[in-house]
Nanobody, 126 residues
Framework: QVQLVESGGGLVQAGGSLRLSCAASGRTFSDYVMAWFRQAPGKEREFAAAIGWSGGNTAYGDSMKGRFTISRDGAKNTMYLQMDSLKPEDTAVYYC???????????????????WGQGTQVTVSS
């Protein structure tokens, strides 16, 4: 069992930055592929980014490339999402997820991830 707790969300103006954190507990952090998803009101959950066990592999959703950076710190059992050049369309609840498999063709599939956090709200004003 893995417990995931997100933090760092808030209100920011367009063009600004935020850094989200996901603190993991309960199992060995390095055993898990970690990911960020987001969900805006009335929309399906959308893949944002994923990072492999050691941090050597990363993947991003098309609209996040070049603006978002995912990272992880094994010593702190924490994953991060640095979000720059934020746009109003980035407004959503952002969820942290953990899974056991790195599969690039399936990396954006929610079913690949067994554990989920409760989410943190990000609001970008225009």
């Amino acid at each position: 069992q893995v417990q995931l707790v997100e933090s760092g969300g808030g209100l920011v103006q367009a063009g600004g930055s935020l850094r989200l954190s996901c603190a993991a507990s309960g199992r060995t952090f390095s055993d898990y592929v970690m990911a960020w998803f987001r969900q805006a009101p009335g929309k399906e959950r959308e893949f944002a980014a994923a990072i492999g066990w050691s941090g050597g592999n990363t993947a991003y959703g098309d609209s996040m490339k070049g603006r978002f950076t995912i990272s992880r710190d094994g010593a702190k059992n924490t994953m991060y999402l640095q979000m720059d050049s934020l746009k109003p369309e980035d407004t959503a609840v952002y969820y942290c997820a953990a899974g056991s498999t790195w599969s690039r063709p399936l990396i954006s599939w929610t079913g690949l991830y067994r554990y989920w956090g409760q989410g943190t709200q990000v609001t970008v004003s225009s």
